[in-house]
């Protein structure tokens, strides 16, 4: 049985977009249809021209990746939501289209949909875990069933979390999302997908 899956996130310097391109990429192999969306910039370009090369990012993926909107959260059967550290909790762009998301809240439109997170973090203990954790209220909230990694895939134990995917990628010294956290996130599509046509079956 195919199933639709959106995976949402905000990415500044890229990190979080390859995480969100690999979940995906585990979502379609199990057969889903995939959308991945970027939640847009909420601060001025005053602000944006002072983080050197955030500007250019956000026009590439701005050019790759619609803004995600209501439509997008009714058509998923699975919902991805990915977001870099924020002192320890989401990122504010991703936090303003959850807070979008009101009105299907309202009419239960999202009760019963699989959902899980995924976080990108500048330190290894940059509180990857906890912005993770961050997200599964807003999913509880929503009516989704929360589908974390747990320690289903021996790459599991090498890194990522049980609740999520997760990079450290401080710019410098790492620069990339490794091999292994690719994988993980590529599991944890899947894993959702998985648990979508489960849900959707039943």
């Given amino acids: 049985m195919a199933v639709n899956v959106l995976v949402t996130f ?35 370009p005053e602000i944006i021209a002072k983080v050197p090369g955030w500007a250019d990012s956000a026009a590439r993926q701005n050019a790759l990746y619609q803004p995600p909107n209501e439509a997008d959260a009714v058509w998923a059967d699975a919902i991805a939501f990915g977001s870099p550290t924020r002192f320890g909790s989401v990122s504010s762009e991703l936090k303003a289209y959850i807070d979008s998301l009101g009105g299907l809240w309202s009419q ?29 209220p807003p999913l509880a909230h929503l009516g989704l069933i929360i589908v974390p990694n747990g320690y289903g895939d021996p790459v599991l134990f090498k890194t990522g979390t049980p609740y999520g995917a997760h990079t450290a990628v401080d710019g410098q010294y790492v620069t990339a999302p490794s091999a292994d956290d690719l994988a993980v996130a590529r599991y944890q599509g899947g894993r959702l997908a998985k648990v979508a046509k489960a849900l959707k079956g039943a």
């Fill in 108 to 136: 239960g439109k999202l009760v019963g949909k699989a959902g899980t997170a995924f976080a990108a973090t500048a330190t290894t203990h940059g509180g990857a875990e906890t912005t993770i954790l961050s997200l599964y």
């Fill in 10 to 44: 905000y990415s500044r310097n890229g990190s979080t977009e390859a995480l969100a391109k690999a979940l995906g990429e585990g979502a379609k192999a199990e057969g889903a249809e995939v959308r991945l969306r970027r939640a847009r910039e909420l601060v001025g």
